[in-house]
Each structure stands twice: as structure tokens, then as C-alpha cells.
């Protein structure tokens, strides 16, 4: 009968520990700030010879035309 008792409570404890961490690595933040979460995918993920991201190139161009369009119309 213990042993029952403390297996609720063990999973008890489990489910309410990971509902807590998935509250905190997924809570609303401001637009534009990144939750832990993302964070921690972001830095699990992340290229070291592109700090920036796996877009910075698709970026560059972007910005790039942009700028041209914008030289144009000045």
C-alpha cells in the first residue's frame, strides 16, 4: 500500500515538475524577445561558422535589394 502511495506521488511530482518547466520555457515574452526556450533551441542549433543563423545569407540579399531599390528612389 506504501509503495502505491509513493508511485502517485513520484508521478504526481513528475507530471507538475515537467508542467512547470514547459510553463517556463514557454511563456509569452515581449514582441521581439525570445523565450528560454527558443534560446536554448537557438543556441542547440546554431552553425559556430554562422553565429548569426542558418538565413544570414538570405538576409544579406534581401538587404541588399532592398538598399538598390531604395538608391533608386532617392
Known amino acids: ?3 502505491v502511495f509513493v508511485l502517485a506521488l513520484v ?6 515538475g515537467a ?3 514547459l510553463a517556463f520555457l514557454g511563456r509569452r515574452t515581449q514582441a521581439g524577445v525570445r523565450t528560454p526556450g527558443q534560446r ?6 546554431r552553425d559556430q561558422r ?4 542558418p538565413d544570414t545569407d538570405r538576409v544579406a540579399a534581401e538587404l541588399s535589394i532592398l538598399t ?3 538608391d533608386k528612389l532617392v
Open 50 to 53: 554562422r553565429p548569426y543563423g
Open 40 to 45: 536554448f533551441a537557438d543556441w542547440l542549433t
Open 68 to 70: 538598390r531599390r531604395y
Open 1 to 3: 500500500m506504501i509503495l
Open 11 to 16: 508521478v504526481v511530482l513528475s507530471v507538475a
Open 19 to 21: 508542467a512547470g518547466v
